[in-house]
């Protein structure tokens, strides 16, 4: 394993600037997520890291080595495609083996590797057949097992898990954590999937038009967004936004929109002016709230989906008409569609955001504990 350096990396394509100054150190051992909407510039940063396309300006660096101007052959980096990119015409175990063939490896060797990567990856009864013998799955564990064999310095995937299904996705998001924890493999791994970042990695790098926007473990850029892009980019169902100003009067800072206004702590530092407030689905209470300082919210039920161990509730907040919020309930409560509720948000949960979209911090005191029951552990 190695660790892995992008430094001040550009990439133009002709006008395009694809990727912009990008700095980045993912330690040894160490799972790292590029995650952004589409065309924000992961691939291209993965691609470039792993030789497939030149760079523009910067370095990068495995371990001690500047592999910048090194061919991709040369990098000693393993990478797993969306489409898997398996030779049509090998069975697994010859595309499994192939890097080790280039190699001039022991026939024995290879095949002693590739059984032992077959049986890690649970298809060593599949080595003989080829690709279109194999489902989606299985093709996912060939093209992992390929990346084993070859004890690279590090794993690039590229959105790997895009053509599963919703179930197996899950599956392998496990498996392919549990692995890289287990061989200790630093890993890149870029996906438009927050869900994925968020339950894989150490910690996601955040992406939007060629810039990285925020780096961190994925709790902290969950509860300490830097701004309005990120905050409403993790979360599923993401976070509800309420367009309103900040207002300064003689009893303090409050934030307003229509009838909705809520008391902001002094220490709030930001000048009057167009504001965002910022709710989590899973801190929205359906119930009045328990303390000055917190935000009240009289609205409409207009949709309720119930999801078993929880459920969403679509609301129409009353005076803010076109406005649809989603709180994410524990359980099954009792609401149905029309009917008017009190709804709240405790004043530690708010998050504002200034007219540039950056995070005002506002909040009082930790992060707080989620509406829905924590899990308890089992002994
Ligand atoms: P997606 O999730 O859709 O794959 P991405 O975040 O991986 O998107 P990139 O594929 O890295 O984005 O593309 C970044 C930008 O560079 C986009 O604007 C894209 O159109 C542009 N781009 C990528 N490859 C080329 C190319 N070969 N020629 C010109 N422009 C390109």
């Known amino acids: 394993m190695a660790r892995l350096v992008f430094e001040d990396v550009t990439k133009r394509f002709d006008d395009v600037v694809a990727v912009d100054r990008f700095n980045l150190t993912i330690n040894e ?10 065309g924000c510039g992961k691939t291209t940063s993965l691609r470039m890291l792993a030789g497939l396309e030149p760079i523009s300006d910067g370095a990068v660096h495995v371990g001690a080595t500047n592999v910048t101007r090194l061919a991709a052959r040369d990098r000693n980096l393993a990478m797993v495609f969306q489409s898997y990119a398996l030779y049509p015409h090998l069975t697994a175990a010859e595309n499994i083996g192939f890097a080790l063939t280039l190699k001039k490896m022991s026939k024995s060797e290879i095949s002693a590797r590739v059984q032992q990567a077959a049986e890690r990856m649970g298809i060593a009864h599949l080595l003989h057949r080829r690709p279109k013998e194999l489902s989606g799955g299985q093709r996912q564990r060939v093209a992992v097992a390929r990346c084993i064999v070859r004890e690279p310095a590090a794993f690039l995937f590229d959105e790997p898990l895009s053509n599963l299904d919703a179930k197996l996705r899950g599956t392998a998001r496990i498996e392919i954590t549990r692995l890289q924890k287990a061989l200790g493999i630093t890993t890149l791994y870029v996906t438009h999937d927050q869900v994925e970042a968020m339950t894989m990695a150490d910690r996601i790098v955040i992406m939007e038009g060629g810039r990285i926007r925020q780096i961190g473990a994925p709790m902290e850029l969950y509860n300490n ?23 300064r009067g003689a009893t303090g800072a409050f934030f307003s929109a229509g009838p909705v206004s809520v008391a902001l702590p002094d220490s709030v530092e930001c000048a009057a002016g167009p504001a965002t407030l910022g709710l989590r689905p899973e801190q929205i209470r359906a119930r009045q709230a328990d303390a000055a300082g917190d935000l009240n919210l009289p609205a409409l039920v207009v949709h309720v989906e119930k999801l078993g161990a929880e459920t969403l509730v679509q609301l129409e907040v009353e005076g803010l008409p076109g406005l649809e919020l989603t709180a994410r309930l524990a359980g099954t409560p009792a609401l149905a569609r029309g009917d008017h509720c009190s709804f709240s948000v405790p004043g530690s949960a708010l998050y504002l955001f200034d007219s540039a979209g950056r995070t005002i911090p506002i909040r009082r005191a930790a992060p707080a504990a989620s509406a829905l029951p924590a899990l308890s552990a089992v002994s």
């Open 225 to 247: 967004p830097c701004d309005l892009f990120v905050a409403t980019f993790l979360g599923s169902p993401a976070m509800n936004v309420l367009s309103g100003a900040l207002v």
């Open 29 to 38: 051992g160490e799972f790292v997520a590029l995650v952004g909407p589409s």
